[in-house]
T-cell receptor, first 112, second 110 residues
């Protein structure tokens, strides 16, 4: 069965801390995505990657960076966490044939 | 990417068919219609997608109008576990980005 695994379901960090959110997929997909989801705003794309070491900015990349060193792993990095980055973060990968997205369970980050 | 319009919320009785509408009047010829759902506190789950023809799988059926300006997702025998937010999205082959709207909150009532 298809699986996208996010490293942490819940995290609490302090303002200014560096935060790593890890995502691993086992489907050999080339495309991977990071979204954040906030009440009333829906899912918004932060960054995506269409291949190893390739990345593209999404709609809201400010304050975030990403790393894709291996095909199966896509990491989201908050260099200096701020309270407005408190959110649910969702990772997804996409298969080439039918194009559907497979999502992880999400990581709920609280920045104090 | 074409935008979609969905009702904010809907109710359906358990065991009945749930019909969720979606308008995508600006859809272009190569854009697919995708449906996802999100159960509370989980990541979205893919349901079904289609281009022109109606589609059916083990979860649902997708009916797309001939002019492709609207579609309906049908859950044939809704259960309480189908309570979720349902998202209708259109996407072209070469588009990496999807535009996610607010979706329809479907509540299945016993």
């Amino acid at each position: 069965d298809v699986k996208v695994t996010q490293s942490s379901r819940y995290l609490v960090k302090r303002t200014g801390e560096k935060v790593f959110l890890e995502c691993v997929q086992d489907m050999d997909h080339e495309n991977m995505f990071w979204y954040r989801q906030d009440p009333g705003l829906g899912l918004r794309l932060i960054y995506f990657s269409y291949d190893v070491k390739m990345k593209e900015k999404g709609d809201i990349p400010e304050g975030y960076s990403v790393s894709r060193e291996k095909k199966e792993r896509f990491s989201l990095i908050l260099e200096s966490a701020s309270t407005n980055q408190t959110s649910m973060y969702l990772c997804a990968s996409r298969g080439p044939s039918t194009g559907e997205l497979f999502f992880g369970e999400g990581s709920r980050l609280t920045v104090l | 990417d074409a935008k979609t319009t969905q009702p904010t919320s809907m109710d359906c009785a358990e065991g009945r068919a749930a019909n969720l509408p979606c308008n995508h009047s600006t859809i272009s010829g190569n854009e697919y219609v995708y449906w996802y759902r999100q159960i509370h506190s989980q990541g979205p789950q893919y349901i079904i997608h289609g281009l022109k023809n109606n589609e059916t799988n083990e979860m649902a059926s997708l009916i797309i109008t001939e002019d492709r300006k609207s579609s309906t997702l049908i859950l044939p025998h809704a259960t309480l576990r189908d309570t979720a937010v349902y998202y209708c999205i259109v996407r072209g082959d070469s588009n990496y980005q999807l535009i996610w709207g607010a979706g329809t909150k479907l509540i299945i009532k016993p």
